[in-house]
């Protein structure tokens, strides 16, 4: 598994898709809320592992934000197994938020 | 998918959308009520209008939409399933039968066992039980033992208390002279509301402001100190206290309500979303409010010290800046927070990543949010000033910018409860294409 700071091309790729889903709550992608912890593109078995966390653990939209990766992901590479999992450790904490997703946290709305 | 996660524990939208909509439809009941109670506003809390207004705003629009908010955000809090659907269903119907009843005795009849205050009280009490065992029953299968959970918990015994108590006044008027009138006011108002208020605000205002690492002790205070308060009020009802008894409570009341504002204060201090969304703007603007409540509340409690006159218009400006100032504000506000999200759940979950959605947030009028917030302010502030002058037509004025309020409010409810599906095409970043890597064949 790597971690999103040590990612391949494709790994990237794989980042990019995942940026287009927003956490319906703040409107923001879970990407840049640092909420994708590693991502792993495996080719020969043809299998893709997203690991990743929500902000809070009571999310009242946080199996639909899980359902979101996996499809965006699994519609962009037809054939593989896509597999997301959910983890609480580390625990998320604000740190984790790309300057990106501050901005649009200051301004977004 | 893990287990642990809301949406998958998250009752039938059916359950829960009827809530906000009859909640909608009596809080502008309740504005064109105050309307044509307004000379007795202005007067004093005991008359039969004013009472009926209070149970409108109280039974059908408060407590309806905290039945359905609760429902809904139990899965979030205590991340298990409603323990029975069919009962919340039969709660729902039984709270809303009642509460026509129990406002038409009062508004025409004022105190009094007649059949339709027994019928509107029999149905809301039965209605309320129902609402205990589903709130108790879910806590029980629980494991997730929270300092927010026992809030939750402790308020649903408050609550019933609440109507036992309230029902017992209306059956037997001779226990007033023991106090027990203000007794059924502060444990249904601290007791129910606030205690619940103090359990699911500490959780959703942190998460919604995106703010960690919070000081829980104070929450933890704040829950020792209401219930040792309200216990001490309760026992000056059975036990002939006397004044500083009810000093002391609301002493020990007052100091858990700073605890549990210094933790939302803490929380919207740390908070990563710096600018607020309507919903979040009104829930603001209920800490504001709540604020008013704590100062008439401690002058209120020095009552036997002030004179009567003085008290009547505090006890009247603590009671509506407490119901129609920041419990409202904050339903006002909490309901763009959760609403939109029930609605958007049902209609976009299987669709996320196969079209573009609309974001919850997408599915009211920005304009009319905008509006109610401003008529709200307007309403509140002529209503206190109303109150304080005991001007009637300060308060009828009060009661159109209520309604307006009301109106832009339910206009906001039906449009999300009624919201049609809205799908457009995906669009996905292109992924670069790279050479296909050459498979070495082993010799």
């Known amino acids: 598994m790597a971690k999103i700071d040590q990612l391949n091309e494709t790994?990237?790729?794989?980042?990019?898709?995942?940026?287009?889903?927003?956490?319906?709550?703040?409107?923001?992608?879970?990407?840049?809320?640092?909420?994708?912890?590693?991502?792993?593109?495996?080719?020969?078995?043809?299998?893709?592992?997203?690991?990743?966390?929500?902000?809070?653990?009571?999310?009242p939209v946080g199996d639909t934000i899980l359902q979101h990766v996996q499809t965006v992901v699994s519609n962009m590479y037809p054939g593989y197994y896509v597999d997301v999992d959910l983890v609480w450790e580390p625990q998320w904490t604000p740190a984790l938020i790309t300057d990106d997703g501050r901005a649009q946290l200051d301004g977004g709305f | 998918m893990q287990a642990g996660l809301s949406t998958k524990n998250a009752p039938s939208p059916s359950v829960v959308l009827p809530h906000y909509a009859y909640g909608a439809v009596a809080f502008i009941t309740a504005a064109i009520m105050m309307f044509f109670a307004a000379e007795d506003i202005s007067t004093t809390y005991m008359t039969p209008?004013?009472?009926?207004?209070?149970?409108?705003?109280?039974?059908?629009?408060?407590?309806?939409?905290?039945?359905?908010?609760?429902?809904?955000?139990?899965?979030?809090?205590?991340?298990?399933?409603?323990?029975?659907?069919?009962?919340?269903?039969?709660?729902?119907?039984?709270?809303?039968?009642?509460?026509?009843?129990?406002?038409?005795?009062?508004?025409?009849?004022?105190?009094?066992?007649?059949?339709a205050m027994i019928t509107g009280?029999?149905?809301?009490?039965?209605?309320?039980?129902?609402?205990?065992?589903?709130?108790?029953?879910?806590?029980?299968?629980?494991?997730?033992?929270?300092?927010?959970?026992?809030?939750?918990?402790?308020?649903?015994?408050?609550?019933?208390?609440?109507?036992?108590?309230?029902?017992?006044?209306?059956?037997?008027?001779?226990?007033?002279?023991?106090?027990?009138?203000?007794?059924?006011?502060?444990?249904?108002?601290?007791?129910?509301?606030?205690?619940?208020?103090?359990?699911?605000?500490?959780?959703?205002?942190?998460?919604?402001?995106?703010?960690?690492?919070?000081?829980?002790?104070?929450?933890?205070?704040?829950?020792?100190?209401?219930?040792?308060?309200?216990?001490?009020?309760?026992?000056?009802?059975?036990?002939?206290?006397?004044?500083?008894?009810?000093m002391g409570a609301g002493t020990l009341v007052l100091i858990g309500f700073i605890m549990f504002f210094s933790y939302n204060l803490g929380a919207y201090k740390k908070r990563l979303r710096r600018n607020l969304d309507i919903g979040m703007k009104l829930s603001v603007l209920a800490f504001?409010?709540?604020?008013?409540?704590?100062?008439?509340?401690?002058?209120?409690?020095?009552?036997?010290?002030?004179?009567?006159d003085f008290l009547t218009r505090i006890n009247l400006i603590y009671g509506i800046?407490?119901?129609?100032?920041?419990?409202?504000?904050?339903?006002?506000?909490?309901?763009?927070?959760?609403?939109?999200?029930i609605v958007w759940l049902k209609l976009y979950q299987d669709k996320v990543g196969k079209f573009k959605t609309p974001l919850p947030a997408d599915m009211h009028s920005e304009e009319a949010a905008q509006g109610h917030y401003f008529f709200f302010i307007g309403g509140f502030m002529l209503l206190v000033i109303g109150v304080w002058l005991k001007e009637s037509m300060l308060i009828k004025a009060s009661a159109g910018f209520m309604l307006l309020t009301a109106i832009l409010y339910a206009y906001n409810t039906f449009k999300i409860l009624m919201h049609k599906q809205q799908l457009k095409p995906l669009v996905m970043p292109k992924i670069r294409k790279r050479p296909v890597p050459v498979v070495k064949k082993d010799k």
């Not at chain 2, 955000?73 to 129990?102: D, H, N, R």
């Not at chain 2, 059956?171 to 208020?197: C, D, E, R, V």
């Not at chain 2, 800046?321 to 999200?341: C, D, H, N, R, V």
């Open chain 1, 11 to 59: 790994e990237q790729d794989i980042l990019e898709i995942i940026k287009t889903v927003p956490d319906p709550e703040v409107s923001v992608n879970i990407v840049d809320l640092g909420l994708i912890y590693e991502v792993a593109h495996n080719e020969e078995d043809k299998q893709i592992n997203v690991i990743m966390t929500l902000s809070a653990r009571g999310c």
């Open chain 2, 49 to 115: 209008k004013v009472l009926s207004v209070a149970h409108v705003l109280i039974l059908g629009w408060v407590t309806m939409i905290i039945f359905g908010a609760l429902y809904q955000l139990i899965p979030v809090v205590m991340e298990v399933k409603l323990y029975s659907e069919k009962l919340a269903m039969a709660s729902f119907i039984t709270l809303g039968l009642g509460v026509p009843f129990i406002a038409y005795s009062f508004w025409v009849d004022f105190i009094g066992a007649s059949h």
């Open chain 2, 321 to 341: 800046s407490l119901i129609y100032g920041f419990i409202t504000a904050l339903i006002l506000g909490q309901m763009y927070k959760t609403l939109p999200f």
């Open chain 2, 288 to 308: 504001i409010l709540f604020a008013l409540t704590l100062v008439a509340g401690v002058l209120s409690s020095f009552g036997s010290l002030i004179d009567g």
């Open chain 2, 121 to 246: 009280g029999s149905l809301v009490i039965l209605s309320v039980l129902m609402f205990v065992v589903n709130t108790l029953g879910s806590a029980m299968k629980t494991e997730n033992k929270t300092i927010e959970n026992r809030f939750i918990v402790a308020s649903v015994f408050w609550l019933l208390l609440t109507v036992v108590l309230g029902l017992s006044i209306v059956l037997f008027p001779q226990i007033l002279a023991y106090g027990s009138f203000q007794i059924h006011i502060h444990i249904g108002i601290i007791g129910w509301f606030m205690m619940l208020i103090v359990g699911v605000a500490s959780t959703l205002m942190p998460m919604f402001f995106i703010a960690h690492q919070l000081n829980k002790k104070l929450l933890e205070m704040a829950f020792w100190l209401l219930n040792g308060g309200l216990l001490v009020l309760l026992s000056t009802m059975f036990f002939d206290l006397g004044n500083y008894a009810k």
